[in-house]
């Protein structure tokens, strides 16, 4: 299912920031979801995933109790809640869907939105 992602911008250091991912021309509620994020100059990282059951969730340790991950499948729409930004977080986060939970196998991967924080 194609994705798109939006709701990135610029915000300061300790701020909060909340990015979208939303199907396009297709369902995601059966399909868990990601959110990768690439850094310039850096390979793309994980940083949260959610099975398609909307309860289990995934952290990468960087961004664990900062960030949070939700989904509202009436609109077709997964969250990621930015909180506590630092530096480091700036990035293009992407967004990608998975038939899979215990082996990696991403697809649908959107056009990403960019996230900066200043300091």
């Known amino acids: 299912v194609p994705l798109v992602e939006s709701g990135g911008g610029l915000v300061q250091t300790g701020g909060s920031l909340t990015v979208s991912c939303q199907g396009s021309?297709?369902?995601?509620?059966?399909?868990?979801v990601g959110w990768f994020r690439q850094a310039a100059g850096k390979e793309r990282e994980f940083v949260a995933r959610i099975h398609w059951n909307g309860i289990t969730r995934q952290y990468a340790e960087s961004v664990k109790g900062r960030f949070a991950i939700s989904r509202v499948n009436a609109k077709n729409t997964v969250y990621l809640q930015m909180n506590s930004l630092k530096l480091e977080d700036t990035a293009v986060y992407y967004c990608a869907t998975s038939s899979f939970w215990d082996v990696d196998g991403w697809d649908g991967w959107g056009q990403g939105t960019q996230v900066t924080v200043s300091a």
């Open positions: 021309g297709g369902t995601i509620s059966n399909y868990a």
